[in-house]
């Protein structure tokens, strides 16, 4: 069974960092895409980034980029997400899925997760 499991969330000031972890079990970083995915309150569920099994690009919302950085340990079975100069609109619960793809084409889409949703982890950033 495909499983992903999100952990090292919690609460850090604006300006701080947090690493968050997607552990995972059943396949490999080569077997699919990982994206990963965040949801505020009140808000639908938005693409954060994205690293791809076949080349490992790597894309990046808007919002995030030059801030977040995504890679992959296949030795440890884990993908990572560096989050850096943190503001309060980061504040969500964050998602790790396994994808078939992160683009069509040269397109970044909104992927359907292979195996659902984890339970995510919540990063909250205070000013």
């Known amino acids: 069974d495909v499983e992903l499991v999100e952990s090292g969330g919690g609460p850090v000031q604006a300006g701080g960092s947090l690493r968050l972890s997607c552990a995972i079990s059943?396949?490999?970083?080569?077997?699919?895409?990982i994206g990963w995915f965040r949801q505020a309150p009140g808000n639908e569920r938005e693409r954060v980034s994205c690293?791809?099994?076949?080349?490992?690009?790597?894309w990046y919302a808007d919002s995030v980029k030059g801030r977040f950085a995504v890679n992959s340990d296949n030795s440890k079975s884990a993908v990572y997400l560096q989050m850096s100069s943190l503001k309060p609109e980061d504040t969500a619960a964050y998602y790790c899925?396994?994808?078939?793809?992160?683009?069509?084409?040269?397109?970044?889409?909104?992927?359907?997760?292979?195996?659902?949703w984890g339970q995510g982890a919540q990063v909250t950033v205070f000013s």
């Open positions: 899925a396994a994808l078939l793809m992160c683009t069509v084409g040269n397109d970044w889409i909104m992927a359907t997760p292979v195996d659902g």
């Open positions: 059943g396949f490999t970083s080569e077997d699919y895409s």
């Open positions: 690293i791809d099994n076949s080349d490992g690009k790597t």
